[in-house]
Every structure is written in structure tokens, then in C-alpha cells.
């Protein structure tokens, strides 16, 4: 089957690759990384690609993803919009965009500086943690939306995160795995250790 996360992005240059993010996640597998490894263990990765007829390298989906924060050049559909009804003080929309784990942390200060201090706010960021680890990143044409009114949040994510309508039986679609290994290996936050039963969290 075709796994998404590492088909190369045409026309991507590795020069949106954030270095720092990729010595860390090799660090974090107590892999030594240095200026004259560094290319050849992305590229085993799947971090990026070498076209072997171009002998030139682009970079993988999952790796603008996971390690780009300006990916918003070659996929811009990787944003999260936050429409906020309750806060004047705060703009009405809201776009963030760049590296998974930036988006998530910038997204709970969003939320922090627009929700009442007594609101169970784990609850939230357990929703939106979800929505990025298992949206469809194929479907170019949605990004996550977030609409924070007065009675209720709605997140809407790109694609199907449960396999039926019965959300007790924790029968999740498994997509990006790729990805969901590399936000491990990198999140400090420790957010996506205990993934799988989301929805019985926010519950």
C-alpha cells in the first residue's frame, strides 16, 4: 500500500529542512548526527527523497511535516484555523501554521488566552492533539478548523478518525504512523505517549 508520509513533494528543496529538529530526533534514538552523516540518515529516514534520475533530493511529505516550519510553501493545507466567537480582545481568526509540535504548542496558548481559567482545557488540546496526529494529510483541499463559540468547540479534521459510529469501542483508523513515531521520539510535553484513547479522555 502507498504510504502517504513518504512520497516526495515535487519541487521541495531541502533547505526547508529545520536541521535542529532533525539532530534532535536522531539524538533522542542515540544516533550520532553530524554535517557529514546528516544527509544520508535523513535520506534513510524517508525524511527526503533522492531522485535518482535528477540526483537531486525533495523532501518527503512527513518530513515538511514533522521537520519544516516553513512547509507552509509546499503544502499549505497543513494549517489549523481558529475562529474565535467569545474573546474581542482576540483576532476573530486565527491561522497557524509550521512543524506539528509548533502548531500544537501554539495552538494552547491560543486556547489559554481565549477560554476561562476554570475550563477543562486538556480536554481540548486532547482533541486537537488527535486532529493533527491522524488527519488525512492527502486531502489537500481542507486544513483543521477550530470554532471556539459560546455554547461549544468544534474541531473539524480532515478525514475519518473512527471506523464506525460507536466511539466507546476505540476502533481508530491507525494513519501516520511514520509521523506519530517521530512526534514521540520529539515531543518534551510527553503528548503523544498516551495516544489511543482520546476520545475517552476528552469524555
Given at each position: 500500500?502507498?504510504?502517504?508520509?513518504?512520497?516526495?513533494?515535487?519541487?521541495?528543496?531541502?533547505?526547508?529542512?529545520?536541521?535542529?529538529?532533525?539532530?534532535?530526533?536522531?539524538?533522542?534514538h542515540?544516533?550520532?548526527?553530524?554535517?557529514?552523516?546528516?544527509?544520508?540518515?535523513?535520506?534513510?529516514?524517508?525524511?527526503i527523497?533522492?531522485?535518482?534520475?535528477?540526483?537531486?533530493?525533495?523532501?518527503?511529505?512527513?518530513?515538511?511535516?514533522?521537520?519544516?516550519?516553513?512547509?507552509?510553501?509546499?503544502?499549505?493545507?497543513?494549517?489549523?484555523?481558529?475562529?474565535?466567537?467569545?474573546?474581542?480582545?482576540?483576532?476573530?481568526?486565527?491561522?497557524?501554521?509550521?512543524?506539528?509540535?509548533?502548531?500544537?504548542?501554539?495552538?494552547?496558548?491560543?486556547?489559554?488566552?481565549?477560554?476561562?481559567?476554570?475550563?477543562?482545557?486538556?480536554?481540548?488540546?486532547?482533541?486537537?492533539?488527535?486532529?493533527?496526529?491522524?488527519?488525512?494529510?492527502?486531502?489537500?483541499?481542507?486544513?483543521?478548523?477550530?470554532?471556539?463559540?459560546?455554547?461549544?468547540?468544534?474541531?473539524?479534521?480532515?478525514?475519518v478518525?473512527?471506523?464506525?459510529?460507536?466511539?466507546?469501542?476505540?476502533?481508530?483508523?491507525?494513519?501516520?504512523m511514520?509521523?506519530?513515531?517521530?512526534?514521540?521520539?520529539?515531543?518534551?510535553?510527553?503528548?503523544?505517549?498516551?495516544?489511543?484513547?482520546?476520545?475517552?479522555?476528552?469524555?
Amino acid at each position: 500500500t502507498l504510504n502517504a508520509e513518504l512520497c516526495p513533494i515535487i519541487k521541495s528543496n531541502i533547505e526547508a529542512i529545520d536541521t535542529d529538529i532533525v539532530d534532535r530526533y536522531f539524538s533522542a534514538h542515540s544516533i550520532e548526527v553530524n554535517d557529514s552523516n546528516r544527509i544520508m540518515l535523513m535520506e534513510n529516514a524517508s525524511i527526503i527523497h533522492l531522485d535518482r534520475e535528477s540526483g537531486k533530493h525533495s523532501v518527503t511529505l512527513g518530513g515538511l511535516l514533522v521537520f519544516s516550519r516553513s512547509n507552509n510553501v509546499y503544502i499549505p493545507h497543513n494549517m489549523i484555523r481558529i475562529v474565535n466567537r467569545v474573546k474581542k480582545e482576540i483576532d476573530e481568526i486565527i491561522v497557524i501554521q509550521g512543524d506539528l509540535l509548533t502548531i500544537l504548542d501554539r495552538t494552547e496558548e491560543i486556547f489559554n488566552s481565549i477560554l476561562p481559567k476554570n475550563y477543562p482545557t486538556s480536554a481540548v488540546h486532547e482533541a486537537v492533539k488527535n486532529a493533527v496526529l491522524y488527519r488525512d494529510y492527502t486531502m489537500f483541499y481542507k486544513e483543521i478548523e477550530i470554532i471556539i463559540d459560546f455554547h461549544s468547540i468544534s474541531i473539524i479534521s480532515p478525514g475519518v478518525l473512527v471506523k464506525n459510529k460507536d466511539i466507546g469501542a476505540h476502533n481508530y483508523l491507525r494513519r501516520n504512523m511514520w509521523i506519530y513515531e517521530k512526534l514521540i521520539a520529539l515531543d518534551n510535553k510527553k503528548r503523544f505517549v498516551k495516544s489511543g484513547r482520546g476520545f475517552s479522555r476528552m469524555k
